[in-house]
């Protein structure tokens, strides 16, 4: 049971699940706020009964259809899972005919692809006057909900629970490096969207190679939300070592791939280096989980103006424009990426420990709202343009 857990009042009249995916098919960093989550909401309820799947896209199996039988007054379902499919939801829930359903959905970063599958999904719930509350990790993505939805009641913002890094475990390379040079580190999935180029671009540039060194903490992965295999990342793979060989020798002693770290490294990775560099413009970037852990570390940060980070860091001068084209498609403005990072100096920042309580407090605030999601107005899939604009800071 979490630390602080809420105590509810028992309504008997209602009859709850939760729907969650695999623990061994989330992706891992996530694995401690689900459970925490699916911890904290079993302690409070009397829940019936937590399902557990290799992924939620069918619900033909024999234990849904005793839900339906089930004949249900009251029926509360609690959606965890980033992996939701929202269409083979909506086509279950449309066979309840007498039960008045409630529907709690934790989004995460893929709803830019299901947009249009959970727009049906409300628009069911508007048809049968069931309640419908929609929980995001942060203002941002709180804001683009509200954007698409053209609704403000019944959206809820509430933190990523974060899992505590371990105690510290050297890594030779961070120990061994002068301790005069000014480190930046990077910590998390080599992808495209992640822009790592962007960063080992700035090192052709001798002002830059002499007075950082790079330290890369992550490999090369599949897709958080789509799955793709990792040989499909073999192309970046090749730009990668593309510019990495087209840096001088000096630069290249400059730059040090460390590989997966653990939580105890990663710990020390942390406090070792002078700064931590964020530089995505993953459309599923709602919360930045390796900016939360630097910042906890005392760490500070330079990430790009997107998503989850522009409520992350604080620090506005420590934040860089993503050019955005015609088409949507998004880039690291590298001369403002080159500008903060000379005007970076050398220090600690205070420790953002993040509180759990409140995010407890919260979910409980959320689950004894009387709100839900209702549009007066027509409901809006945004483009990759629009949703960029809006991840962004701008205006649409």
């Given amino acids: 049971m979490l630390t602080g857990s809420i105590k509810l009042k028992a309504d008997k009249k209602i009859v709850n699940y939760i729907l969650c995916i695999n623990q061994q098919q989330l992706w891992q960093s996530c694995n401690y706020h689900h459970k925490k989550l699916i911890d904290l909401y079993n302690s409070s309820l009397s829940i019936e009964k937590i399902i557990s799947c290799q992924a939620i896209d069918k619900f033909d199996s024999p234990f849904f259809t005793k839900i339906l039988q ?15 499919n929202f269409l083979s939801l909506s ?12 529907i709690n959905i934790h989004l995460y970063g893929n709803l830019f692809r299901e947009q249009n599958h959970l ?14 509350k929609l929980i995001s990790p942060t203002e941002t993505f709180s804001i683009t909900i509200k954007k698409i939805l053209n609704a403000n009641k019944g959206i809820f913002t509430i933190p990523l629970f974060k899992q505590p890094l371990s105690s510290e475990k050297k890594i030779t390379l961070l120990e061994d490096t002068n301790s005069d040079q000014f480190k930046i580190g990077y910590a998390g999935r080599i992808t495209e969207d992640k822009n790592l180029h962007s960063l080992l671009l700035l090192f052709k540039d001798k002002l830059i190679y002499e007075k950082y060194t790079l330290f890369v903490a ?47 490294q990663l710990a020390y990775f942390y406090k070792k280096i002078n700064l931590c560099i964020n530089l995505s413009t993953f459309y599923g970037e709602v919360f930045g989980l390796s900016t939360a852990e630097a910042l906890s570390s005392g760490c500070q940060v330079l ?5 989850g980070l522009n409520d992350l860091n604080t620090d506005k001068h420590n934040l860089v424009n993503v ?19 000379l005007m970076i100096k050398n220090k600690r920042v205070k420790k953002v420990i993040k509180n759990d309580a409140r ?12 709100e839900s999601v209702a549009s007066k107005k027509k409901y809006k899939i945004l483009n990759r343009k629009q949703w960029s604009l809006v991840f962004s800071k701008a205006t649409i």
Avoid at 119 to 132: F, G, M
Avoid at 242 to 264: M, N, P, Q, T, V
């Fill in 303 to 307: 990430t790009t103006k997107w998503g």
């Fill in 70 to 84: 089930a004949n249900y007054d009251r029926c509360r379902f609690i959606i965890t899972s980033p992996q939701i």
């Fill in 323 to 341: 050019k955005i084209s015609s088409m949507g498609r998004t880039s690291v403005d590298l001369e403002d990426l080159t500008k903060k990072l």
């Fill in 218 to 264: 992550g490999s090369f992965d599949s897709h958080i939300y789509t799955k793709r295999t990792k040989n499909l990342q073999t192309p970046y793979l090749f730009l990668i070592a593309e510019i990495y060989r087209s840096l001088s020798d000096e630069a290249k002693g400059r730059i040090h791939f460390l590989g997966d770290l653990d939580r105890g």
């Fill in 359 to 370: 995010s407890t407090q919260l979910i409980a605030d959320t689950l004894m709202s009387s």
């Fill in 119 to 132: 727009i049906a999904l409300l628009k069911l719930a508007e048809s049968r006057n069931w309640k419908v």
């Fill in 91 to 102: 086509r279950f829930l449309q066979k309840f005919k007498n039960t008045h359903v409630e």
